[in-house]
């Protein structure tokens, strides 16, 4: 091992350099006396030879050379880059903010496409899925729980939220429904007490009762981390459970973007659903089922042994009132496996793409950031040009010049990336915010990581070599003898570097129209879906959504929800007040198939038909027109014809030119029984949003909540009202409560549940329009340094025009000539990049083409007005130059 010796030795040498420097220059001493005796003192040092020489020798035997060197290198780029604090301060701050930009959407893209889940071995995860659909119901669960001999474990859990509040006003817990093997296969120890178990995974609870594992943060923040909180109870849905332990800090749950606070028994659902439950119910599809490989098994091997076992599993647990079609494309559907190391996020499914652009968009700020340094880098080359010339001439290598030029160039983007670091941990939170809504909480952990600093690390490394390589060539380019015998002091360089600078600043000019056309297309696009037509007035309207959490028989139902409606309206301030279901653009559904009077249908989903239950007086709450018929009223109680509301599109598409009032339309609404029950149409109303503002106008109905036979334990109340919603608030809660003060509430604003179906193109376009007035900003500054530089290096040409006679408008010209070549090639480039790249983002634009010429046109004028500006300020300069004192300075 003698290299491990030599490395060693090598390293003692730098531990203990200056007792190795005494010694050696004590041995020269001694060798030197010893031949002095001999020889006499001249021919010793004769024979000796140069000192500094060998001492140098043995320094590099010794140690590193290389590692003195970059020292040297780090010392002299310091001093040189302190020397001019306002250069470095320009480059250090962009250059922070495009390294922080790019780090901050990094840390998100590493949150939840990337860092591994923080279980055990989670490469040997897989998620178990049928086609495209990754939720299973927990017959089949339970199936391959009990069936299966491919995995060494298995696991289900769903999400949900439990009520902490005893009453009113509710507030949430984010939970989860898992198995009792849940914790266990995943290889996840207590922090405190014990996890759940298989014998807490009964029908109704296990042995200990119904019991509860929370989250490290849940026990942090609602018991302030005390430890009595084991064995206390917690009330879920007004249900008690034991909490029996607490799980490690660093687990908060398999979906990356959403943490939970407490865990329950999935056997425990049917404990909180009275009225029906999950557990048995073939056609709820709500569990993820994750499997643990077997040790040397491979995910191909564990699938070809689960899907000998599908046939059985299907078969055992097929929904009972499909159709025949139905039951075959079952039976057929193949079980697959999918690795999950990763774990699930639905901000990865629905913001991938926007993440994505934002990627490229601070990519390019970045590149127009890396430009600018080197424009500022090539004018202190120039600058520095007979200092380097001198340096070269006394022996000095262009390697090594080269080298210490980009070592300056590393060391400002490494104090770039230091500042982009500490910008993202700050940026990152932000962006989270921005995606999150209160709807959809996100809670990502962006805490920075090995994936971020690499990353960080990566992008300085690349911004340095990039910005810096360009100058140290050209700096280096000339030859001294040339520059100190013509004495120019960087003219000679002064030139090309001038052709180089005008280059850049046209592909800054191109890169920031295309991010100024990018944030067009994005504010346009939104503009068009804020105000495309919703079908409704979002305006003035807050949801109250009550929930009985099944304490009020179903029988009581629709008495307690019709009571409630009539007292809401008398609330002052009320103006109009209805009931629905499912409320528009809340990403919530109920979707199922028809059978219209007279309709044949092409397919099976040509008859999907999305619906929702609505109270008499919905539509002039909503400010949805009636076309035809009439509106819901008392005359539709139980026991009347069952009635049916649809929309104009569903009108079209089932009967055509032929009017649809008294029309009837079958359906099997409790898909239990398989048999069809008639509604008769009395109405048609104007399209209206259903999911989000996005999609097409889908085929629409309505039924009425006083003839629901079995109306659920939740319902929405509508107000619309002439005063600012959160007034009414305490108003609404005192008249609920009067009624029954049990009931849980949660109260939205429509208007912001409306704006947060946007979230994605809102961020979007907010923040492409800030890279790109920030892009803009930045050729502003590189076309003004150009031209500010041409003015400079033309000052004498300047002056002899002007004491021949030239007017101050035509030096203003043969100034502007330039900015216009720039601005022309700048543009051309700019222009055709943007129609590229258009292309890559069609599928997030809304009403508005990715080659629109509106926008092309406006981004391109803003661009030209501004650039021009920036130019025009050193023409102009120029044009007030004495000629006496400019030919002088020449």
Not at 643 to 670: P, Q, T, W
Not at 737 to 766: H, K, Y
Request: hydrophobic fraction near 45%; charged fraction near 20%; glycine fraction near 8%.
């Amino acid at each position: 091992m003698n290299w491990l010796r030599e490395i060693w030795r090598r390293v003692k040498f730098l531990s203990h350099r200056s007792q190795a420097e005494d010694d050696l220059a004590e041995e020269m001493r001694l060798h030197l006396d010893l031949r002095a005796e001999e020889t006499g003192r001249d021919e010793s040092r004769r024979r000796f030879g140069n000192e500094l020489l060998l001492r140098e020798t043995s320094r590099e035997a010794w140690g590193w050379r290389w590692l003195d060197s970059l020292s040297q290198d780090l010392r002299y780029g310091g001093r040189a880059l302190a020397a001019h604090p306002g250069f470095t301060i320009t480059a250090v701050l962009s250059l922070a903010l495009g390294i922080g930009a790019n780090t901050a959407i990094f840390s998100i893209v590493n949150a939840v496409m990337l860092r591994a889940l923080p279980v055990e071995d989670p490469q040997r995860l897989v998620q178990l899925r049928s086609g495209k659909n990754g939720s299973f119901t927990n017959p089949i669960w339970e199936q391959v729980r009990d069936h299966q001999q491919a995995f060494a474990g298995t696991l289900a859990y769903g999400d949900g939220r439990f009520d902490l509040a005893s009453g009113g006003e509710s507030r949430f817990a984010q939970g989860l429904w898992v198995s009792g093997d849940f914790f266990r296969v995943l290889g996840i120890a207590p922090l405190r007490g014990r996890l759940l178990t298989a014998e807490d995974d009964q029908h109704g609870g296990g042995k200990s009762g119904p019991v509860a594992v929370i989250s490290y943060a849940f026990w942090q923040s609602y018991f302030g981390g005390d430890p009595a909180a084991l064995g206390k109870t917690i009330t879920l849905d007004r249900h008690p459970f034991e909490i029996v332990g607490v799980t490690p800090p660093y687990f908060t749950g398999l979906d990356v973007d959403k943490g939970f606070d407490v865990s329950i028994p999935i056997g425990c659902e049917p404990i909180l659903h009275t009225d029906i439950s999950a557990l048995d119910h073939r056609s709820w599809w709500w569990l993820r089922i994750l499997a643990r490989l077997k040790p040397g098994d491979s995910v191909p091997q564990a699938e070809a042994k689960i899907q000998a076992l599908q046939g059985e599993i299907r078969r055992a647990t097929m929904p009972t009132t499909w159709e025949e079609e139905d039951r075959k494309n079952f039976l057929k559907d193949a079980f697959q496996l999918r690795p999950t190391a990763t774990g699930f996020s639905s901000t990865r499914d629905r913001y991938r793409q926007g993440l994505f652009t934002l990627m490229a968009v601070v990519g390019l700020v970045l590149l127009i950031a890396c430009a600018n340094i080197a424009n500022l880098l090539l004018a202190r080359a120039a600058a520095r040009q007979r200092e380097i010339s001198i340096r070269m001439a006394i022996g000095a290598g262009r390697r090594r010049v080269i080298r210490q030029l980009l070592t300056e160039s590393l060391l400002l983007s490494g104090l770039g990336a230091l500042g982009g670091f500490v910008f993202s941990l700050w940026g990152s939170r932000l962006l989270v915010r921005l995606f999150s809504t209160a709807l959809d909480p996100l809670d990502v952990n962006v805490s920075p990581d090995l994936m971020v600093l690499a990353f960080t690390s990566g992008v300085a490394l690349l911004t340095g070599l990039l910005f810096g390589l360009a100058p140290a060539f050209r700096a280096t380019s000339v030859s001294p003898n040339h520059v100190l015998k013509e004495n120019a002091r960087g003219a000679i360089a002064g030139g090309s570097r001038f052709r180089l600078g005008k280059m850049l600043v046209a592909t800054q000019v191109a890169l920031s129209l295309v991010l100024l056309v990018g944030a067009g297309l994005f504010l346009n696009s939104l503009r068009n879906l804020l105000g495309t037509s919703m079908g409704f007035d979002r305006r003035n309207v807050t949801l109250v959504q009550v929930n009985t959490l099944e304490k009020v028989p179903k029988e009581r139902r629709v008495e307690l929800f019709r009571t409630i409606l009539e007292r809401l309206r008398t609330v002052p301030g009320v103006t109009l007040a209805a009931s629905s279901l499912i409320t528009p653009v809340s990403h919530r559904g109920w979707n199922q198939f028809v059978f219209p009077e007279g309709y044949a249908a092409q397919s099976r989903e040509d008859t999907l038909t999305w619906f929702n239950r609505v109270s008499p007086g919905y539509f002039r709450t909503m400010s949805t027109p009636l076309r035809a018929g009439r509106d819901f009223d008392s005359r539709d109680t139980k026991s009347s014809t069952k009635v049916i509301i649809i929309n104009e599109a569903a009108a079209r598409h089932y009967f055509g030119g032929v009017s649809a009032i008294g029309k009837n339309v079958g359906m099997d609404l409790d898909g239990k029984t398989g048999e069809k029950e008639l509604f008769q149409v009395i109405g048609i109303v104007a399209d209206t949003k259903y999911v989000d503002l996005r999609e097409e106008t889908k085929l629409s109905a309505y039924l009425v909540t006083t003839q629901e036979a079995e109306p659920r334990g939740e319902t929405n109340f509508i107000l619309r009202s002439a005063v600012p919603g959160a007034t009414l608030t305490s108003a609404v809660r005192a008249a609920i409560a009067e009624i029954d003060p049990g009931l849980a509430l949660e109260f939205r604003d429509f208007e912001t549940q409306v704006n947060e179906s946007l979230v994605q193109e809102r961020t979007v376009a907010l923040l492409s329009s800030f890279f790109g007035a920030l892009a803009l900003m930045l050729a502003m500054i590189g076309l003004y340094g150009v031209t500010s530089y041409a003015v400079l290096r033309r000052q004498g040409e300047i002056g002899i025009r002007m004491a021949l006679g030239a007017s101050q408008g035509s030096v203003v010209w043969l100034v502007l000539r330039d900015v216009t070549m720039i601005l022309a090639v700048g543009m051309v480039l700019g222009i055709a990049a943007s129609l590229a790249a258009g292309r890559l983002v069609t599928a997030m634009l809304f009403g508005v083409k990715a080659a629109d010429p509106a926008t092309l046109a406006v981004c391109a004028a803003v661009l030209a007005s501004a650039t021009t500006m920036a130019g025009f300020v050193p023409a102009r300069r120029a044009s007030r130059l004495d000629p006496t004192t400019a030919l002088r300075d020449e």
